[in-house]
């Protein structure tokens, strides 16, 4: 499938936060120049060789959590400020990942992958990450884009096309699409059911990217994910902690036990609820603040 020729040039680097929430609103996608400095990129490519990621065999999440220098991407405040202008300030990020993209042997000519939205296609039986309503992918590319480097093709303003359906043939849209070219250390924003495609890599050698994606909080997974590891989150400054913990936060309340709501007293649900509440909330628990909630919906009941 033929790359788009027009190339699509804007001065990103000028956009104020306001011109950035204009331009995403309108196109579905938002280039982010220089997230990384060259001094950074070259660090991220040192480190990928020193643990071996591009030849290892696992979980690109898990790979995303080994090089140290990639973390930084998850709360970037280049990256939270222009989310914030998308989503709000509330917003979580549920997903990371490395990927590795080899050149392709024995292929000469600059081809691409069909066009589709990430919405509805390639998840695993059980995995509901993409399963949320809204949530913005954010690639950051380690090298520069050619037309033989695996560029991005992105139809804008495809976010709006609501009749489109996920995994079907998108192909009628190629003549709207265009190419990015990001340099090295830029990073590509785009929601989750903006139509784009990558390039094929036949560029002699293998491109590197990294990849978070971002929810908004009120937008739960209709199941439960996989939190980031343990580990990761402990070592991490307060200002990831808050984007990378409770990822079920939201999650439809459970049911109390029905011996609970049938026999436990009316002033025990209530003070027990109570405590709850105020200890979910000063030590920032969700989970803590969740279970008072239903038990203050049990006291309700029972008082009605």
Known sequence: MEIPKNIFQYDWA???????????????????????TPEEVNLMHKEIEQYGLA????DMSEAFCSAPSFAPMVDHPKLVSALTS??????????????????????????????????????????YRNSN???????????????????????????????LEPGTDMESLKEEAVTLLAKAGDAILFLHNTVHAGGSNVSGYTQHILFCSYRAAWARHIGRVTEWP?????????????????????????????????????????????????????????????????????????VE
């Open 86 to 127: 998308i989503l709000g300030s509330n917003f979580i990020c549920f997903k990371g990942a490395y990927v590795p993209k080899p050149s392709k042997p024995g292929v000469s000519a600059p081809h691409r992958t069909a066009l589709h939205v990430d919405y509805g296609i390639l998840e695993r039986e059980g995995d």
């Open 14 to 36: 000028a956009m104020s936060a306001a011109d950035q929430r204009a331009f995403f609103s309108k196109n579905g996608f938002l280039v982010i120049p220089q997230l990384f």
């Open 55 to 58: 030849e290892k065999k696992v």
């Open 230 to 302: 343990k580990q990761f989150v402990e070592n991490s400054p307060p200002s990831r902690q808050r984007l990378i913990s409770g990822l079920n936060a939201g999650d439809a309340p459970e049911e109390l036990p029905a011996v609970v709501k049938r026999y436990v007293p009316a002033s025990v649900l209530k003070k027990s609820a109570e405590t709850l509440s105020t200890l979910g909330k000063y030590s920032k628990a969700r989970s803590l603040t969740r279970l008072g909630d239903r038990l203050w919906a049990a006291y309700e009941k029972r």
């Open 133 to 163: 309503a809204l949530w913005v992918n954010v690639a950051c590319y380690l090298s520069d884009m050619t037309f033989e480097h695996a560029p991005f093709a992105v139809v804008p303003g495809s976010h709006n096309y609501f009749h």
